[in-house]
């Protein structure tokens, strides 16, 4: 299988990106209704900012995304957006936060890149590029 890739005018692409972010205080608060509130805050979020969301799913007190996106876009913009823009509609939504609290999530997150050849593979073959003579 091949994973398309992002073309635009100064670079070609294939960033992918696995997400975890928790409910403050790790809260157990999180419904299916309330999920699909989240969904689409990140949905908006990902349009508007030049990415996307490939997958999302989630439990009672964190969610996962899969996230595809471009390398003009840090991991630490895409997050702040995300949770910023979905903590906002999660409470207008009239979903509870945590105690009672402003914020719906925890201020960390868990984030890895994923696809891609395994690192092995990658140092062989740029240990193995041919030396100019």
Known sequence: MTTPLRRERHSVSSLY????????????ILT?????????????VAQKMGFEVKEFN???DHVHLLLEYPPKLSV???????KGVSSRRYGQAGHPKPYG?????SPSYFASSVGGAPLD?????????????
């Open 32 to 44: 299916a209704e309330s999920l699909k509130t989240l969904e689409g805050a990140f949905s908006d």
């Open 76 to 82: 630490s913009q895409m997050v702040n957006a995300l």
């Open 121 to 133: 593979v990658l140092k062989d073959y740029i240990e193995n590029q041919e030396k100019p003579s």
């Open 101 to 105: 609290k402003p914020s719906l999530w």
């Open 17 to 28: 990106l696995h997400l975890v972010c928790v409910v403050k205080y790790r809260r157990k």
């Open 58 to 60: 989630g439990e009672a």
